[in-house]
């Protein structure tokens, strides 16, 4: 079974110019989450998808991050513009329906590096 | 006061040394429990689920205190490949939902 699988693993972009990062979730997964780990800091939540659905987004920084999820299936999220703070690692986590719905299984990661 | 904390360490243990570290959670209601680990530039793994009653995998054990609202993980018998950061993560509900993590404890087990 293919895992979860993020695209670009590494993006370097100026300030002020536009990165999509996109994830590929596990086949059937319903849930989808996308999280962000700043150096030296927590992994923080920003948000999960119910299939096509914005379940909860309350961890979006600001309205220059954009998540979509058309159709249930990969997920984008874009930035624009980029900032200097939004550098750090994207991930992105998948989980089924039912009840294995909390135990996520990530990606490797979008490391965004914003100069 | 943050959502879930943990003791950053580092915990710096011999092999075959037992460690343990705690991890606290703020919100009383929490329902579901887990314990990743976190490879150096690499994706959180889960390493077990947590149980009201206790659970034991192996090596590690997890255990849940709601009165105290904490839940530990004990490693017996510590191996090299043990070396990692262990993140604890809560959610507020037993059904999909936002779970928080806290930063981790990184654990260095030397030979």
């Known amino acids: 079974e293919a895992g979860v699988t993020q695209f670009p693993s590494h993006s370097v972009i100026e300030k002020g110019q536009t990165v999509t990062l996109r994830c590929d979730p596990i086949?059937?997964?319903?849930?989808l989450y996308w999280y962000r780990r700043v150096m030296g800091k927590e992994i923080k939540f920003l948000l999960h998808?119910?299939?096509?659905?914005?379940?909860?987004e309350s961890g979006m920084p600001n309205n220059r991050f954009l998540a979509e999820r058309t159709g249930g299936t990969y997920s984008t999220l874009k930035v624009q513009p980029a900032e200097l703070e939004d550098s750090g690692v994207y991930f992105c986590a998948s989980s089924p329906g039912g009840a294995g719905a909390n135990v996520l299984t990530f990606g490797a990661g979008s490391r965004l590096t914003v100069l | 006061r943050k959502e879930v904390e943990q003791d950053p360490g580092p915990f710096n243990v011999p092999e075959g040394a037992t460690v343990a570290f705690n991890c606290t959670y703020s919100n009383s209601a929490s329902q579901s429990f887990f314990w990743y680990r976190q490879d150096c530039r690499k994706e959180p793994k889960l390493l077990m689920s947590v149980y009201s009653s206790g659970n034991e995998d192996g090596r590690f054990t997890a255990q849940l205190n709601r009165a105290s609202q904490y839940i530990s993980l004990l490693i017996r018998d510590s191996k090299l490949s043990d070396s990692a950061t262990y993140l604890c993560a809560v959610s507020w509900y037993s059904s999909a939902s936002k779970i928080i993590f806290g930063s981790g404890t990184r654990l260095s087990i030397r030979p």
């Open positions: 998808f119910v299939k096509e659905s914005k379940q909860d």
């Open positions: 086949s059937g997964h319903d849930n």
